[in-house]
């Protein structure tokens, strides 16, 4: 299965995980019409009981997840028909964001939620929330980058809202964070939003974005040494418009500007550059002993019939099969320039005894055209300015297996 264009396509193997999806033959049922929490980076979110459907809290201390057999690729593999499935609706789960939340939104094929990841040559556990919680004793784990990243860590909640609900403990001031607490577990879960990974700004509102890409953004680095987990990521906003500078603070080119002088460089430059100066700063942070996971990007290449702002839609209700469709052109550059980047970062990271791994989640999600919102992440009669969203992912959905493969990483380095 040739997903990949032109260049091969590298391969990270690990040891172990957990699969994806629980019963769910009502499912219509399920869309509800409440108004749930806003902003993930708003107030914060309430502390939330659901109505009906308590959380279960029960003691994981014995609780051993399902793991893979030793030698695995999880990230290599096709999804195949699975009816025992989601492992959560918006019904059960309180925590979807509302532009995620396509079931409540009235989504009309649920199809969608039927198929589980499995990789070529074992079957993968499914997701097992106490076994992470109880992987997770006692630690923290950060998330850094844009909104995906913040899709990915309302998965993880949604998934372990069957064992417990965490309270919000956000701090008030000095930190651009949003953080959670498992108080059973003594687990804490924080989210840095971070568009570009590095310093940016922006001039005039509807002008382009200055990128500094030799310095770490600060809304981030300086807060996340303490952390057990750092899990990094980021590609979508280096396609917007944005002036590069270096070190210096001088103008080295740009993507999108079309200043006279200043040479187009384009997005693949600045997510390299991007990511090495993230990922060497996390390799030599002073006082952080933990693992930093990179999380390769996501086919935003799933709008058809136009671009994302030119009426392009992602109407499909079943996934791709291997020989469909294969990652090419710009996501195949930043793909490559992530793992390239990553691997550079590891060998330094080795010598201070910080772990580097590497989710490689991007084969298994450019399959995954049918599991974005499109048009249901707001009533139909809303009058709203948004376009069809085919770049971030339903929840429950085909997100729910990044956390699959956490999970596996997680056992894998125990």
Known sequence: MKLFGKQPMQKLRLVNPTALFLP?????LFVVTTRLPGSFFGAGIPTISCPGHPPVIRNSTSAVAGRVPKGCDIFRGEWVPDDAAPYYTNRSCALIEEHQNCMKYGRPDLGFLKWRWRPEGCELPRFDAAGFLHAVRSRSMVFVGD???????????????????P????????????TMYYESHDFTLTIFRSLFLVKSNKSKSDGPW?????????????????????????????SHPSMFYDAGG?????????????????????????????LRAIANLEGFNGTAIVRTLTAASHF????????????????????????????????????????????AARGRGVRMMLMDATAAMVLRPDGHPSRYGHWAHENVTLYNDCVHWCLPGPVDVWNQMLLHMLLAAS
Not at 167 to 177: E, F, G, L, R, Y
Not at 254 to 276: H, K, N, T
């Open 210 to 238: 200055n990128l500094y890409l030799d310095e770490p953004d600060d809304a981030w680095l300086p807060f996340v040494s303490g952390y057990d987990y750092i899990i990094i990521s980021g590609a979508t906003w280096f």
């Open 24 to 28: 769910a033959i009502v499912l219509v």
């Open 304 to 347: 058809e019939g136009g671009d994302w702002d030119k009426g392009g839609d992602c109407r499909r209700t079943r996934p791709y099969a291997g020989n469909e469709t294969r990652v090419t052109g710009k996501e195949l550059d930043f793909y490559t320039a992530q793992v390239e980047e990553f691997n550079a970062a590891k060998e």
């Open 167 to 178: 309270k919000d403990i956000s701090p008030t001031k000095n930190q651009p964070a949003v």
């Open 147 to 165: 909104s995906l990243a913040r899709n990915h860590m309302q998965s993880l909640m949604c998934l372990l809202s069957k064992v417990e609900y």
């Open 250 to 278: 001088r103008l080295v080119g740009c993507q999108s500007c079309g200043v006279p002088g200043v040479p187009e460089l384009g997005p693949r430059y600045s997510l390299r550059a991007a990511f090495r100066t993230a």
